[in-house]
Protein backbone atom coordinates (compact mmCIF):
# COMPACT_ATOMS: atom_id res chain seq x y z
CA UNK A 1 0.00 0.00 0.00
CA UNK A 2 1.34 3.48 -0.90
CA UNK A 3 0.27 5.85 1.69
CA UNK A 4 -1.58 8.91 0.08
CA UNK A 5 1.45 11.63 1.00
CA UNK A 6 -0.08 14.56 -0.48
CA UNK A 7 -3.33 14.72 1.63
CA UNK A 8 -1.45 13.62 4.74
CA UNK A 9 0.71 16.79 4.30
CA UNK A 10 -1.99 18.97 3.41
CA UNK A 11 -3.73 17.89 6.73
CA UNK A 12 -0.60 18.37 8.40
CA UNK A 13 0.64 21.63 7.83
CA UNK A 14 -2.42 23.32 8.13
CA UNK A 15 -2.52 21.85 11.68
CA UNK A 16 1.01 23.23 12.05
CA UNK A 17 -0.10 26.97 10.52
CA UNK A 18 -3.00 26.82 13.38
CA UNK A 19 0.08 25.88 16.28
CA UNK A 20 2.58 28.79 15.20
CA UNK A 21 3.34 31.47 12.95
CA UNK A 22 7.56 31.93 13.98
CA UNK A 23 9.98 29.14 13.74
CA UNK A 24 13.39 28.72 15.24
CA UNK A 25 16.04 30.34 13.54
CA UNK A 26 18.62 28.14 11.34
CA UNK A 27 22.38 27.31 12.49
CA UNK A 28 24.49 30.08 10.06
CA UNK A 29 28.00 29.88 8.33
CA UNK A 30 30.80 31.81 10.19
CA UNK A 31 31.69 32.47 7.26
CA UNK A 32 29.93 33.90 3.72
CA UNK A 33 32.23 33.96 0.59
CA UNK A 34 31.96 37.26 -1.04
CA UNK A 35 30.84 37.56 -4.88
CA UNK A 36 33.68 38.76 -6.80
CA UNK A 37 32.19 40.52 -9.81
CA UNK A 38 33.63 42.21 -12.86
CA UNK A 39 32.56 45.66 -13.46
CA UNK A 40 29.22 46.77 -14.08
CA UNK A 41 28.33 46.04 -18.05
CA UNK A 42 31.90 44.32 -18.33
CA UNK A 43 29.94 40.66 -19.15
CA UNK A 44 31.92 38.02 -20.59
CA UNK A 45 30.73 37.93 -24.71
CA UNK A 46 30.89 34.77 -26.98
CA UNK A 47 34.96 35.30 -26.85
CA UNK A 48 35.72 35.99 -23.90
CA UNK A 49 33.45 33.49 -21.63
CA UNK A 50 35.46 30.10 -21.88
CA UNK A 51 33.36 26.34 -21.49
CA UNK A 52 33.83 25.43 -18.13
CA UNK A 53 35.77 22.06 -18.16
CA UNK A 54 35.72 18.89 -16.09
CA UNK A 55 38.53 18.01 -14.17
CA UNK A 56 39.94 14.45 -12.97
CA UNK A 57 39.16 15.38 -9.69
CA UNK A 58 38.36 18.19 -7.11
CA UNK A 59 40.88 21.19 -5.98
CA UNK A 60 40.79 22.39 -3.01
CA UNK A 61 40.15 26.12 -4.00
CA UNK A 62 37.50 28.79 -1.99
CA UNK A 63 34.11 28.96 -3.39
CA UNK A 64 33.94 32.01 -5.89
CA UNK A 65 30.38 31.85 -5.61
CA UNK A 66 28.08 34.27 -3.36
CA UNK A 67 25.32 31.90 -1.60
CA UNK A 68 22.66 32.19 0.54
CA UNK A 69 23.77 33.08 4.00
CA UNK A 70 21.79 30.35 5.55
CA UNK A 71 23.80 27.53 4.00
CA UNK A 72 27.30 26.84 3.60
CA UNK A 73 30.13 24.76 2.23
CA UNK A 74 32.52 22.36 4.34
CA UNK A 75 35.98 20.84 3.20
CA UNK A 76 37.62 18.35 5.71
CA UNK A 77 41.41 20.54 6.13
CA UNK A 78 39.73 23.84 5.63
CA UNK A 79 39.92 25.28 9.02
CA UNK A 80 37.78 28.42 10.37
CA UNK A 81 39.69 30.92 9.94
CA UNK A 82 39.73 30.04 6.03
CA UNK A 83 37.54 31.48 3.40
CA UNK A 84 34.47 29.44 2.54
CA UNK A 85 35.54 26.07 0.70
CA UNK A 86 34.02 25.57 -2.61
CA UNK A 87 31.80 22.35 -2.86
CA UNK A 88 32.86 19.13 -4.78
CA UNK A 89 30.94 20.61 -8.12
CA UNK A 90 32.46 24.00 -8.16
CA UNK A 91 35.94 22.27 -6.88
CA UNK A 92 36.21 19.74 -9.76
CA UNK A 93 35.36 22.59 -12.33
CA UNK A 94 37.60 24.69 -13.93
CA UNK A 95 37.71 28.39 -13.17
CA UNK A 96 34.89 30.43 -14.30
CA UNK A 97 34.93 34.39 -14.42
CA UNK A 98 31.51 36.61 -12.98
CA UNK A 99 29.75 38.18 -15.61
CA UNK A 100 29.27 41.33 -14.04
CA UNK A 101 26.23 43.68 -12.55
CA UNK A 102 23.57 45.27 -15.17
CA UNK A 103 24.86 48.59 -16.48
CA UNK A 104 22.03 50.93 -16.41
CA UNK A 105 18.52 50.32 -18.47
CA UNK A 106 18.04 47.91 -21.22
CA UNK A 107 15.47 46.90 -23.32
CA UNK A 108 15.01 43.25 -24.78
CA UNK A 109 12.05 41.10 -25.55
CA UNK A 110 12.80 38.46 -22.56
CA UNK A 111 14.12 38.91 -19.16
CA UNK A 112 14.78 36.18 -16.89
CA UNK A 113 15.24 36.14 -13.52
CA UNK A 114 17.72 33.70 -12.20
CA UNK A 115 20.15 32.06 -13.14
CA UNK A 116 19.52 28.03 -12.40
CA UNK A 117 18.36 25.16 -14.83
CA UNK A 118 15.12 26.57 -15.41
CA UNK A 119 16.16 30.22 -16.36
CA UNK A 120 19.43 28.77 -18.24
CA UNK A 121 17.68 26.35 -20.29
CA UNK A 122 14.24 28.80 -20.77
CA UNK A 123 17.10 31.38 -22.19
CA UNK A 124 18.91 29.21 -24.32
CA UNK A 125 15.76 28.05 -25.67
CA UNK A 126 14.11 31.15 -26.67
CA UNK A 127 17.93 32.39 -28.11
CA UNK A 128 17.86 29.14 -30.22
CA UNK A 129 14.25 30.40 -31.29
CA UNK A 130 16.03 33.83 -32.18
CA UNK A 131 14.67 35.77 -29.30
CA UNK A 132 16.68 38.66 -27.51
CA UNK A 133 17.31 37.87 -24.28
CA UNK A 134 18.66 39.37 -21.19
CA UNK A 135 19.09 36.78 -17.87
CA UNK A 136 20.04 38.44 -14.48
CA UNK A 137 20.97 36.51 -11.27
CA UNK A 138 21.00 37.90 -7.76
CA UNK A 139 24.02 35.58 -6.83
CA UNK A 140 26.15 33.57 -9.48
CA UNK A 141 25.36 31.21 -12.11
CA UNK A 142 25.58 27.97 -9.59
CA UNK A 143 24.96 29.82 -6.20
CA UNK A 144 21.67 28.43 -5.95
CA UNK A 145 20.36 24.94 -5.65
CA UNK A 146 20.93 23.92 -9.53
CA UNK A 147 24.77 23.84 -8.33
CA UNK A 148 24.63 22.47 -5.18
CA UNK A 149 21.77 19.12 -5.71
CA UNK A 150 22.67 15.43 -5.82
CA UNK A 151 22.90 15.04 -9.66
CA UNK A 152 20.09 12.41 -9.72
CA UNK A 153 17.93 12.72 -13.05
CA UNK A 154 14.42 11.11 -12.40
CA UNK A 155 11.36 11.20 -13.92
CA UNK A 156 7.82 12.47 -12.63
CA UNK A 157 6.86 16.09 -11.90
CA UNK A 158 8.17 16.85 -8.84
CA UNK A 159 6.87 14.08 -6.70
CA UNK A 160 4.58 13.25 -8.70
CA UNK A 161 4.78 9.67 -10.35
CA UNK A 162 2.96 7.76 -13.03
CA UNK A 163 0.50 6.29 -10.78
CA UNK A 164 -0.55 9.83 -9.17
CA UNK A 165 -1.30 11.12 -12.65
CA UNK A 166 -3.05 8.44 -13.58
CA UNK A 167 -5.41 8.57 -10.41
CA UNK A 168 -5.72 12.32 -11.19
CA UNK A 169 -5.91 13.03 -14.56
CA UNK A 170 -7.65 10.84 -18.06
CA UNK A 171 -5.31 8.34 -19.33
CA UNK A 172 -4.38 10.52 -22.72
CA UNK A 173 -3.69 13.11 -19.97
CA UNK A 174 -1.81 11.29 -17.81
CA UNK A 175 -0.05 9.82 -20.59
CA UNK A 176 1.02 13.14 -22.62
CA UNK A 177 2.26 14.40 -18.88
CA UNK A 178 4.32 11.18 -18.02
CA UNK A 179 6.07 11.19 -21.37
CA UNK A 180 6.74 14.91 -20.55
CA UNK A 181 8.33 14.70 -17.36
CA UNK A 182 10.36 11.81 -18.08
CA UNK A 183 11.76 10.45 -21.77
CA UNK A 184 11.22 14.19 -23.14
CA UNK A 185 13.08 15.61 -20.00
CA UNK A 186 16.17 13.40 -20.60
CA UNK A 187 15.73 14.29 -24.53
CA UNK A 188 15.93 17.88 -23.85
CA UNK A 189 19.11 17.61 -21.47
CA UNK A 190 20.76 14.89 -24.36
CA UNK A 191 19.64 17.07 -27.21
CA UNK A 192 21.18 20.14 -25.55
CA UNK A 193 24.64 18.60 -25.13
CA UNK A 194 24.68 17.03 -28.41
CA UNK A 195 23.89 20.64 -29.92
CA UNK A 196 26.48 22.33 -28.36
CA UNK A 197 28.80 20.06 -27.26
CA UNK A 198 29.16 20.13 -23.80
CA UNK A 199 30.36 17.58 -20.95
CA UNK A 200 28.10 17.37 -17.85
CA UNK A 201 29.25 13.51 -16.75
CA UNK A 202 25.67 12.28 -17.87
CA UNK A 203 25.29 8.63 -17.04
CA UNK A 204 22.33 6.50 -17.98
CA UNK A 205 19.54 4.62 -15.47
CA UNK A 206 19.26 4.45 -11.70
CA UNK A 207 17.73 2.11 -9.25
CA UNK A 208 15.02 2.32 -6.30
CA UNK A 209 15.92 -0.06 -3.58
CA UNK A 210 13.44 -0.90 -0.90
CA UNK A 211 14.08 -0.62 2.81
CA UNK A 212 10.87 -2.74 3.45
CA UNK A 213 9.46 -5.83 2.19
CA UNK A 214 6.24 -4.53 1.99
CA UNK A 215 7.67 -1.51 -0.58
CA UNK A 216 8.38 -4.17 -3.35
CA UNK A 217 3.83 -3.92 -4.18
CA UNK A 218 4.61 -0.50 -4.25
CA UNK A 219 7.61 -0.27 -6.64
CA UNK A 220 5.63 -3.26 -8.91
CA UNK A 221 2.26 -0.61 -8.88
CA UNK A 222 4.53 2.10 -9.79
CA UNK A 223 6.35 0.05 -13.09
CA UNK A 224 3.07 -1.13 -14.15
CA UNK A 225 1.45 2.35 -14.45
CA UNK A 226 4.23 3.24 -16.21
CA UNK A 227 3.88 0.19 -18.84
CA UNK A 228 -0.09 1.59 -18.65
CA UNK A 229 1.35 5.24 -19.63
CA UNK A 230 3.83 3.40 -22.66
CA UNK A 231 7.03 3.54 -20.96
CA UNK A 232 8.80 0.00 -20.25
CA UNK A 233 11.84 1.34 -19.00
CA UNK A 234 11.54 -0.52 -15.61
CA UNK A 235 12.24 -3.71 -14.30
CA UNK A 236 11.82 -5.32 -10.85
CA UNK A 237 14.32 -7.44 -9.58
CA UNK A 238 15.10 -9.53 -6.09
CA UNK A 239 17.57 -8.78 -3.35
CA UNK A 240 19.77 -11.61 -4.15
CA UNK A 241 19.85 -10.00 -8.32
CA UNK A 242 20.25 -6.36 -6.44
CA UNK A 243 23.03 -7.65 -4.22
CA UNK A 244 24.97 -9.56 -6.37
CA UNK A 245 24.73 -7.20 -9.50
CA UNK A 246 24.15 -3.56 -8.31
CA UNK A 247 24.54 -2.87 -4.65
CA UNK A 248 26.55 -4.42 -2.14
CA UNK A 249 24.25 -4.11 0.75
CA UNK A 250 22.06 -6.36 2.96
CA UNK A 251 19.85 -3.87 4.14
CA UNK A 252 17.33 -3.94 0.68
CA UNK A 253 14.83 -5.99 -0.24
CA UNK A 254 14.92 -5.40 -3.48
CA UNK A 255 14.69 -2.74 -5.96
CA UNK A 256 13.10 -1.10 -9.60
CA UNK A 257 15.80 -0.61 -12.18
CA UNK A 258 14.69 2.48 -14.27
CA UNK A 259 16.77 2.37 -17.35
CA UNK A 260 15.03 6.08 -18.03
CA UNK A 261 16.43 7.77 -15.55
CA UNK A 262 20.14 8.93 -14.92
CA UNK A 263 22.92 11.06 -13.22
CA UNK A 264 24.80 14.22 -14.27
CA UNK A 265 26.94 16.81 -12.71
CA UNK A 266 24.43 19.80 -12.38
CA UNK A 267 27.09 22.53 -11.96
CA UNK A 268 28.40 21.36 -15.08
CA UNK A 269 25.32 21.01 -17.17
CA UNK A 270 24.34 24.49 -15.80
CA UNK A 271 27.58 26.32 -17.04
CA UNK A 272 26.84 24.59 -20.19
CA UNK A 273 23.71 26.09 -21.06
CA UNK A 274 24.67 29.24 -19.87
CA UNK A 275 28.09 28.95 -22.05
CA UNK A 276 25.57 28.07 -25.29
CA UNK A 277 22.97 31.00 -24.34
CA UNK A 278 26.33 33.71 -24.75
CA UNK A 279 27.43 31.90 -27.83
CA UNK A 280 24.32 32.71 -29.24
CA UNK A 281 24.34 36.53 -28.29
CA UNK A 282 22.45 35.87 -25.08
CA UNK A 283 23.54 38.72 -22.27
CA UNK A 284 23.63 37.45 -18.56
CA UNK A 285 24.21 39.96 -15.64
CA UNK A 286 24.99 38.50 -12.26
CA UNK A 287 24.79 40.36 -8.76
CA UNK A 288 21.77 41.72 -10.15
CA UNK A 289 18.55 41.21 -8.19
CA UNK A 290 15.14 41.94 -9.32
CA UNK A 291 13.37 44.11 -6.73
CA UNK A 292 10.26 44.79 -8.66
CA UNK A 293 8.20 43.02 -11.62
CA UNK A 294 5.21 45.74 -13.23
CA UNK A 295 3.07 44.61 -16.11
CA UNK A 296 1.83 47.62 -17.95
CA UNK A 297 0.14 47.43 -21.49
CA UNK A 298 2.41 46.55 -23.96
CA UNK A 299 5.48 45.88 -21.64
CA UNK A 300 6.68 44.20 -18.69
CA UNK A 301 9.29 46.18 -16.53
CA UNK A 302 11.67 44.33 -14.15
CA UNK A 303 13.33 46.85 -12.16
CA UNK A 304 16.50 46.28 -9.86
CA UNK A 305 19.10 48.35 -7.92
CA UNK A 306 21.37 48.96 -11.19
CA UNK A 307 18.40 49.94 -13.72
CA UNK A 308 15.17 48.70 -15.20
CA UNK A 309 14.96 45.99 -17.76
CA UNK A 310 11.80 46.34 -19.96
CA UNK A 311 10.51 43.62 -21.98
CA UNK A 312 8.28 43.52 -24.91
CA UNK A 313 7.38 39.86 -24.66
CA UNK A 314 7.30 37.73 -21.78
CA UNK A 315 9.34 37.70 -18.23
CA UNK A 316 10.53 34.50 -16.93
CA UNK A 317 10.33 34.18 -13.01
CA UNK A 318 12.75 31.03 -12.46
CA UNK A 319 13.97 31.71 -8.46
CA UNK A 320 11.96 29.37 -6.35
CA UNK A 321 13.51 30.67 -2.87
CA UNK A 322 11.89 34.32 -4.07
CA UNK A 323 8.65 33.83 -5.89
CA UNK A 324 7.02 35.44 -2.51
CA UNK A 325 8.51 38.72 -3.36
CA UNK A 326 5.98 38.93 -6.50
CA UNK A 327 3.48 36.54 -6.52
CA UNK A 328 0.11 37.31 -5.34
CA UNK A 329 -1.83 36.05 -2.70
CA UNK A 330 -0.37 33.17 -0.19
CA UNK A 331 2.70 31.52 -0.89
CA UNK A 332 2.04 27.89 -2.08
CA UNK A 333 5.53 26.03 -1.18
CA UNK A 334 7.32 25.33 1.87
CA UNK A 335 10.92 25.55 1.97
CA UNK A 336 13.59 22.69 3.33
CA UNK A 337 17.36 22.09 3.74
CA UNK A 338 18.58 19.61 1.97
CA UNK A 339 22.62 18.08 2.38
CA UNK A 340 25.42 16.34 -0.04
CA UNK A 341 28.55 14.86 1.09
CA UNK A 342 31.37 13.31 -1.14
CA UNK A 343 33.96 11.01 0.01
CA UNK A 344 37.64 10.48 -0.67
CA UNK A 345 38.76 8.22 -3.19
CA UNK A 346 38.20 5.05 -2.55
CA UNK A 347 39.80 3.09 -5.19
CA UNK A 348 38.76 -0.34 -5.78
CA UNK A 349 36.81 -0.27 -2.81
CA UNK A 350 33.59 1.35 -4.66
CA UNK A 351 33.72 -1.00 -7.94
CA UNK A 352 32.82 -3.56 -5.09
CA UNK A 353 30.38 -1.65 -3.32
CA UNK A 354 28.40 -0.35 -6.65
CA UNK A 355 29.49 -2.90 -9.45
CA UNK A 356 26.76 -1.48 -11.82
CA UNK A 357 27.59 2.08 -11.24
CA UNK A 358 24.13 3.00 -10.80
CA UNK A 359 22.61 6.16 -8.91
CA UNK A 360 20.59 4.40 -5.90
CA UNK A 361 17.76 6.04 -4.03
CA UNK A 362 15.67 4.31 -1.34
CA UNK A 363 12.31 3.92 -0.04
CA UNK A 364 12.65 4.94 3.22
CA UNK A 365 10.63 8.16 4.42
CA UNK A 366 14.04 9.98 4.77
CA UNK A 367 15.84 8.73 1.64
CA UNK A 368 19.35 8.15 0.89
CA UNK A 369 20.63 8.49 -2.06
CA UNK A 370 24.15 7.92 -3.70
CA UNK A 371 26.42 7.17 -6.79
CA UNK A 372 29.76 7.40 -7.41
CA UNK A 373 31.15 10.32 -9.16
CA UNK A 374 35.16 10.86 -10.56
CA UNK A 375 38.33 9.51 -9.01
CA UNK A 376 36.21 6.70 -7.49
CA UNK A 377 34.70 9.02 -4.86
CA UNK A 378 31.17 8.17 -3.58
CA UNK A 379 28.64 10.93 -3.34
CA UNK A 380 26.06 10.88 -0.50
CA UNK A 381 22.83 12.81 0.36
CA UNK A 382 19.76 12.60 2.59
CA UNK A 383 18.37 14.40 4.81
CA UNK A 384 15.33 17.36 4.35
CA UNK A 385 15.10 19.99 7.46
CA UNK A 386 13.28 22.89 8.50
CA UNK A 387 16.38 24.24 10.28
CA UNK A 388 19.61 24.86 8.34
CA UNK A 389 21.64 21.83 10.19
CA UNK A 390 25.32 22.67 10.98
CA UNK A 391 28.35 20.82 9.28
CA UNK A 392 29.08 18.59 12.26
CA UNK A 393 26.04 17.57 12.65
CA UNK A 394 25.15 16.94 8.78
CA UNK A 395 28.43 15.29 8.82
CA UNK A 396 27.24 13.19 11.82
CA UNK A 397 24.10 12.03 10.25
CA UNK A 398 25.46 11.20 6.61
CA UNK A 399 28.51 9.17 8.16
CA UNK A 400 26.16 7.32 10.10
CA UNK A 401 24.04 6.59 7.35
CA UNK A 402 27.17 5.25 4.84
CA UNK A 403 28.15 2.91 7.79
CA UNK A 404 24.36 1.70 8.05
CA UNK A 405 24.36 0.75 3.82
CA UNK A 406 27.75 -0.28 3.68
CA UNK A 407 28.81 -1.75 7.10
CA UNK A 408 32.29 -3.00 4.95
CA UNK A 409 33.46 0.61 5.48
CA UNK A 410 34.45 0.50 8.81
CA UNK A 411 35.42 3.88 9.14
CA UNK A 412 34.35 5.78 6.00
CA UNK A 413 35.34 9.83 6.13
CA UNK A 414 34.12 12.78 3.77
CA UNK A 415 36.28 15.41 2.11
CA UNK A 416 33.34 17.63 1.03
CA UNK A 417 29.53 18.20 2.54
CA UNK A 418 27.37 21.30 1.36
CA UNK A 419 23.57 22.16 2.63
CA UNK A 420 21.02 23.39 -0.20
CA UNK A 421 17.77 25.31 -0.24
CA UNK A 422 15.13 22.83 -2.08
CA UNK A 423 11.09 23.85 -2.07
CA UNK A 424 7.70 21.54 -2.01
CA UNK A 425 4.28 21.95 -2.74
CA UNK A 426 1.39 20.31 -0.32
CA UNK A 427 -0.10 18.49 -3.35
CA UNK A 428 3.68 17.62 -4.55
CA UNK A 429 3.44 18.60 -8.21
CA UNK A 430 5.16 21.76 -9.80
CA UNK A 431 3.42 25.07 -9.42
CA UNK A 432 3.74 26.73 -12.78
CA UNK A 433 2.03 29.94 -13.61
CA UNK A 434 1.70 32.46 -16.02
CA UNK A 435 0.05 35.81 -15.99
CA UNK A 436 -3.06 37.32 -18.26
CA UNK A 437 -0.93 40.62 -18.98
CA UNK A 438 0.06 41.68 -22.74
CA UNK A 439 3.57 40.48 -21.60
CA UNK A 440 3.27 37.87 -19.17
CA UNK A 441 5.47 37.02 -16.48
CA UNK A 442 5.91 33.09 -16.79
CA UNK A 443 6.66 31.49 -12.50
CA UNK A 444 7.53 27.73 -11.50
CA UNK A 445 8.32 26.38 -8.60
CA UNK A 446 8.08 23.80 -6.05
CA UNK A 447 10.33 21.24 -7.29
CA UNK A 448 10.34 18.97 -4.32
CA UNK A 449 13.83 18.04 -4.85
CA UNK A 450 13.49 16.50 -8.06
CA UNK A 451 13.85 19.36 -10.50
CA UNK A 452 17.09 18.65 -12.49
CA UNK A 453 15.87 17.26 -15.82
CA UNK A 454 12.35 18.64 -15.50
CA UNK A 455 13.55 22.47 -14.94
CA UNK A 456 15.50 21.99 -18.63
CA UNK A 457 12.13 20.09 -19.83
CA UNK A 458 9.83 23.27 -18.22
CA UNK A 459 12.33 25.84 -19.59
CA UNK A 460 12.25 24.28 -23.48
CA UNK A 461 7.59 24.48 -23.44
CA UNK A 462 8.06 27.89 -21.83
CA UNK A 463 9.67 28.79 -24.79
CA UNK A 464 7.65 26.68 -27.09
CA UNK A 465 4.76 28.62 -25.23
CA UNK A 466 6.10 32.17 -26.12
CA UNK A 467 6.84 31.26 -29.71
CA UNK A 468 3.98 29.49 -30.51
CA UNK A 469 5.04 26.03 -30.87
CA UNK A 470 2.91 23.95 -28.72
CA UNK A 471 0.96 24.12 -25.80
CA UNK A 472 2.56 22.21 -23.21
CA UNK A 473 2.95 25.13 -20.92
CA UNK A 474 -0.60 25.22 -20.58
CA UNK A 475 -1.03 21.38 -19.30
CA UNK A 476 1.30 22.53 -16.45
CA UNK A 477 -0.85 25.57 -15.51
CA UNK A 478 -4.07 23.41 -14.95
CA UNK A 479 -2.86 21.87 -11.28
CA UNK A 480 -4.89 23.75 -8.24
CA UNK A 481 -2.36 24.54 -5.44
CA UNK A 482 -3.57 25.34 -2.02
CA UNK A 483 -1.80 28.38 0.11
CA UNK A 484 0.30 28.17 2.52
CA UNK A 485 0.05 31.56 5.05
CA UNK A 486 3.77 31.81 6.30
CA UNK A 487 4.73 29.20 4.57
CA UNK A 488 8.75 29.94 4.26
CA UNK A 489 8.38 31.28 8.29
CA UNK A 490 6.39 27.88 9.37
CA UNK A 491 9.64 26.07 7.58
CA UNK A 492 11.31 25.12 10.71
CA UNK A 493 8.06 24.03 12.34
CA UNK A 494 6.24 22.20 9.79
CA UNK A 495 8.41 20.54 8.24
CA UNK A 496 9.34 18.26 11.46
CA UNK A 497 6.05 17.90 12.55
CA UNK A 498 5.37 16.58 8.99
CA UNK A 499 8.14 14.14 9.16
CA UNK A 500 7.08 13.16 12.87
CA UNK A 501 3.85 12.17 11.59
CA UNK A 502 4.48 10.29 8.86
CA UNK A 503 7.47 9.05 10.72
CA UNK A 504 4.23 7.99 13.01
CA UNK A 505 2.28 6.53 10.67
CA UNK A 506 5.26 4.32 9.22
CA UNK A 507 5.83 2.72 12.28
CA UNK A 508 1.78 2.12 12.68
CA UNK A 509 1.99 0.49 8.89
CA UNK A 510 5.69 -0.39 7.93
CA UNK A 511 4.82 -1.74 4.96
CA UNK A 512 3.24 1.43 2.96
CA UNK A 513 6.07 3.62 1.32
CA UNK A 514 6.29 7.42 1.77
CA UNK A 515 9.22 9.38 1.21
CA UNK A 516 9.87 13.33 2.28
Known amino acids: MTLNRRDFILKTAVATTAASAVGALGLWPKHSAALTLAPAGVSPSASMLPPSELLQDARKVPTRLGIDPRIWNWRSDASASDPMPANYYEASLSDWPAFGGLPGDLHCEVVVIGGGLLGASTALHLAEAGVDVVLIEKDHIGSGASGRNGGQMTPGLARWEAGTMLENLSPDEAQRLWRFASAEAMETVDGLRHRHGFDCDRQYGHITAAVHAGHMGALVDNADARRRLGDDSVKI ?15 YFGAAIDSGGGQVQPLALLRGLIHAFVKLGGRVYDGTAAQAIEESPGSTLVKTAQGALKATKAVVLAVHSATFQFMPG ?6 FFTYVAVTPPLGNTLDALIPSGLPVYDTQLQIDYYRPVRDNRLLFGGQGTGNSWSPRDVNNYLLDRIKTVFPQLENPELEYSWSGISDLTLN ?3 DSRKSAGDVPVYMVHGWSGHGVAQTVR ?3 AISDDLTGRNNDYAMLTRFDHAGIPLGRHLSPVAIPLIKGALGVR ?3 NPADMVSF
Open 237 to 251: IGRHQLNEQHVKSDI
Open 330 to 335: SATTVP
Open 428 to 430: GAT
Open 458 to 460: IGR
Open 506 to 508: GLI
